[in-house]
């Protein structure tokens, strides 16, 4: 029982790496260590001294950032025509006078420079002049409520919701983006009185887990010059 007791336990990997972490000039007395060790190289079955392993990592490291460079490169080129798009959308609805042009600047110039196949918009609500204009008509007080519950932007499948019955040719879309007009942000929660309709054929254009900034972006600029119609 004593003889078992007394046996020292195995050294383990763990603790021979502890004891290189604890002892960092090991290598320095043991110099020809490094020269004698050898390890699995990850491309194709071969090994390869320590500095040759330090090689090779250090060039996927390199590769790897390349690639963050890359996709950093990609990502300001479209963010740069995000924001010439926005900008040109913009223009085009604040150079707008006649406040009667603004559902028709704000969708045409959507389609121009977004590349949206169809746009729609109502308005309710809206200042007694504009009570029979084209922008103000056809829309349920169920339409209505459901423009107000939306707190955020809409994106996905056409599922058959009466705002995207409002798009020019309703049965070729696939894919919508749904969003209320209201004073203030538009995720808030005050009243919207009006709803900005995008349709695609595409199933995939808009879908559910797509960034919506943009969009929030849109709808608020949208609302703030459509408010003169109220």
């Known amino acids: 029982?004593?003889?078992?007791?007394?046996?020292?336990?195995?050294?383990?990997?763990?603790?021979?790496?502890?004891?290189l972490v604890q002892t960092p000039d090991f290598f320095e007395r043991q110099a020809q260590v490094?020269?004698?060790?050898?390890?699995v190289s990850p491309y194709g079955n071969r090994t390869v001294s320590l500095q040759e392993r330090q090689a090779e990592m250090l060039r996927d490291k390199i590769k790897g950032l390349e690639h963050r460079i890359m996709d950093m490169m990609r990502n300001?080129?479209?963010?740069?025509?995000?924001?010439?798009?926005?900008?040109?959308?913009?223009c085009d609805v604040v150079k707008t006078r006649n406040p009667l042009q603004l559902p028709e600047v704000i969708a045409e110039s959507l389609m121009q420079h977004f590349e949206v196949p169809q746009v729609a918009l109502r308005?309710?609500?809206?200042?007694?002049t504009y009570l029979n204009e084209p922008f103000a008509?056809?829309?349920?007080?169920d339409a209505r409520s459901f423009a107000s519950s939306l707190s955020t932007p809409y994106c996905g499948p056409n599922v058959g919701v009466e705002?995207?019955?409002?798009?020019?040719?309703?049965?070729?879309?696939?894919?919508?983006?749904?969003?209320?007009?209201?004073?203030?942000?538009?995720?808030?929660?005050t009243p919207a009185w009006g709803l900005l309709v995008l349709?695609?054929?595409?199933?995939?254009?808009?879908?559910?887990?797509?960034?919506?900034?943009?969009?929030?972006?849109?709808?608020?600029?949208?609302?703030?010059?459509?408010?003169?119609?109220?």
């Open 1 to 19: 029982m004593s003889a078992n007791n007394n046996q020292v336990p195995p050294i383990t990997e763990e603790d021979i790496a502890e004891f």
């Open 34 to 39: 490094l020269t004698g060790v050898h390890m």
């Open 76 to 90: 300001g080129s479209q963010n740069h025509h995000t924001i010439d798009r926005i900008h040109h959308w913009t």
């Open 123 to 128: 308005l309710w609500d809206v200042a007694e």
């Open 137 to 141: 008509q056809g829309v349920s007080a």
């Open 163 to 189: 705002p995207a019955g409002w798009l020019p040719d309703s049965a070729q879309v696939q894919s919508v983006v749904l969003l209320p007009l209201r004073d203030g942000a538009i995720l808030g929660d």
């Open 199 to 230: 349709g695609s054929p595409d199933p995939a254009r808009f879908q559910a887990d797509m960034d919506t900034d943009l969009l929030e972006r849109i709808g608020e600029i949208a609302a703030s010059v459509l408010c003169r119609l109220r």
